[in-house]
């Protein structure tokens, strides 16, 4: 910590500036609103993402079931059913022999259902209940109806080259958003008799099973989760913006009671500086008082501890030994005076130290040059001891 002086040589104590506790505050407040932002966006990706692969789920399971059930029918080389004028009517791209058969008891005409003429009736039914679209496509149709739209046409040359095995993307139709979804035939035994002519060979994917699933109940579904998870988002951001506001009002009510303490102790260490300086300042005023009159006086005068340090002493006592005020201050009579006169010192102030009463003694006191010199040694008693 810094300090800077005051009142000619005091400290006083330089407050570093603080950062505003409400700054803390708004970041606290911005960074639990960012973490919960992007925890929303993430969980909301993840219910589109989620959305998606259902529609996805669901059609690539209407595509595995048309490939079950064709494969039945493959196997069973067509089924025979009671032709329907209007909805089961013999299919124009079959060979004319052994399409058609009649009932020899009731008359009545059946006739052969091949593994693609199954399919688009299913699919044809299908659409009717659940909206999900389908029908088989080829780049080389027999039936003209067949032909691919230009998304199926580049998804179908992926497949026919092997690139993937299945091609799936959301498009836009004129009734909304649909997962498009569709997966390669491939050429076996049963399919030889009417794709041969067209050059096909066993393993060669010959087309696809394209199917149309709507988003619209998906992403209906997605959009209530979505409400719920804004919901509870919201909960949580405003269990963390009280949790941060309570937190920081308890922090900032200590930091007030911390600051109110410390405003206190700095005025307390103020007035006791200042208390300080004006007892240093009155002591050196009274000491220059003091200096000034025994500098002034007729007679050497000196004032010692009782260890026998010279505590001060005036110029006409320090010039009777032919020394300076600064080499006698802090030394003793050992030091100053030959042995014959520091033992006469010695044993004049004992008696002083030990009756606590004033003594005059002359004999054998003599100054450098020597001239003799009398002394009236006197005590300064303070707290009950002499000083």
């Known amino acids: ?3 800077s002086s005051a ?3 005091g400290k006083a104590v330089k407050v570093r500036k603080r950062t505003p506790l409400s700054i803390y505050y708004f970041l606290m407040i911005a960074g639990w609103s960012l973490i919960v932002a992007v925890s929303f966006i993430y969980n909301s990706s993840l219910q589109e993402e989620h959305a ?3 529609a996805r789920l669901l059609a690539r399971t209407a595509v595995e079931k048309d490939v079950i059930y064709r494969q039945w029918n493959s196997l069973h080389n067509g089924v025979f059913v009671p032709v329907v004028k209007g909805k089961f009517e013999p299919n124009p791209y079959l060979p004319v022999k052994g399409r058609d058969i009649t009932d020899s008891e009731t008359g009545k005409l059946y006739t052969k259902i091949n593994p693609a003429y199954m399919t688009r009736l299913v699919h044809e039914l299908g659409a009717s209940y659940s909206g999900v679209r389908g029908h088989i496509t080829s780049t080389n149709p027999i039936r003209k109806g067949n032909e691919p739209d230009a998304w199926e046409r ?4 992926k497949l026919e080259s092997r690139e993937e095995e299945e091609v799936s993307s959301l498009q836009v139709g004129s009734k909304g958003e649909y997962m498009r979804l569709i997966k390669g035939l491939e050429t076996n035994e049963s399919c030889m008799p009417c794709h041969a002519h067209q050059g096909y060979k066993v393993g060669d994917i010959r087309g696809g099973i394209s199917v149309d699933v709507p988003m619209t109940p998906f992403f209906s579904a997605m959009n209530e989760s979505k ?8 909960g949580i951001w405003l269990i963390g913006f009280t949790g941060i506001t309570l937190s920081m ?7 007030r009671e911390r600051d109110k303490a410390e405003s206190e102790l700095r005025a307390l260490t103020a007035e006791l500086e200042q208390r300080v300086l004006d007892r240093t300042q009155a002591l050196r005023l009274r000491q220059q008082e003091i200096q000034a009159f025994v500098d002034n006086a007729s007679a050497g005068v000196f004032l010692k501890y009782t260890r026998g340090t010279y505590m001060m002493v005036n110029k006409l006592f320090a010039n009777m030994f ?3 005020l600064a080499e006698v201050r802090g030394r003793r009579d050992v030091d100053l005076l030959s042995p014959e006169q520091y033992a006469i010192t010695h044993a004049q102030e004992q008696h002083v130290i030990e009756t606590g009463a004033a003594h005059e003694f002359k004999d054998g006191m003599l ?5 003799p010199y009398g002394c009236l040694v006197f005590p300064i008693i303070a707290s009950n001891r002499v000083m």
Do not use: C, F, P, W
Request: hydrophobic letters at 30%; a positive charge; aromatic letters at 2%.
């Open 7 to 9: 009142h000619g040589g």
């Open 322 to 324: 032919n020394y300076s």
């Open 249 to 255: 009002r308890q922090i900032g009510d200590g930091i």
């Open 52 to 54: 998606l692969e259902s």
């Open 227 to 234: 409400r719920t998870l804004s919901l509870s988002h919201v």
């Open 367 to 371: 100054t450098s040059n020597g001239t």
């Open 154 to 157: 580049a998804a179908l040359e």
């Open 1 to 3: 910590m810094k300090r």
